[in-house]
């Protein structure tokens, strides 16, 4: 079995482009296919995945991301509160077919955003076949 499910443990206030995101507290890490110190994804071999993050913005500030796999983006989030004066959240689910070796992380979307909020946003995976 394969799985992970992390959040942040500090809020990321970068507006530099593609910043990879990442959760470095893990809350459960089965198979250790996930890395909290790179904030990235292996997978330990050949199959279907499943991967969901959520991501949290402060009031009058947003945040898109994106899941990558081996540097191409696959899946994209927004949480957008630039015109509300609420906190914002989003998240994503998708499925994945990997082939072993294959790399997965979450990064910023290009320089859009500019926070967020942890330890609110998180980043899960389960292997599905």
């Known amino acids: 079995m394969i799985a992970f499910s992390a959040r942040t443990s500090r809020h990321l206030t ?3 482009a593609s910043v990879k995101v990442v959760f470095d507290l893990i809350i459960t890490n089965i198979g ?3 890395n909290g110190t790179t904030g990235i994804f292996t997978a330990s071999s ?3 995945y499943v991967f969901a993050w959520t991501v949290l913005t402060n009031p009058k500030r ?3 991301s994106e899941l990558v ?3 191409i983006p696959k899946l994209y989030n927004a949480a957008d509160s630039q ?3 609420s906190y914002e959240s989003s998240g994503c689910t998708g499925v994945l077919k990997l082939k072993g070796g294959d790399k997965v992380w979450i990064r910023k979307y290009k320089a859009y955003g500019n926070f967020l909020r ?3 946003s ?3 995976e389960w292997k599905l076949l």
């Open 14 to 16: 970068s507006t530099t």
């Open 32 to 34: 250790k296919a996930y």
């Open 46 to 48: 050949d199959g279907v």
């Open 62 to 64: 947003f945040i898109d």
């Open 69 to 71: 796999v081996n540097g």
């Open 83 to 85: 015109v509300g004066g």
């Open 118 to 120: 942890q330890p609110w």
């Open 122 to 124: 998180s980043f899960s």
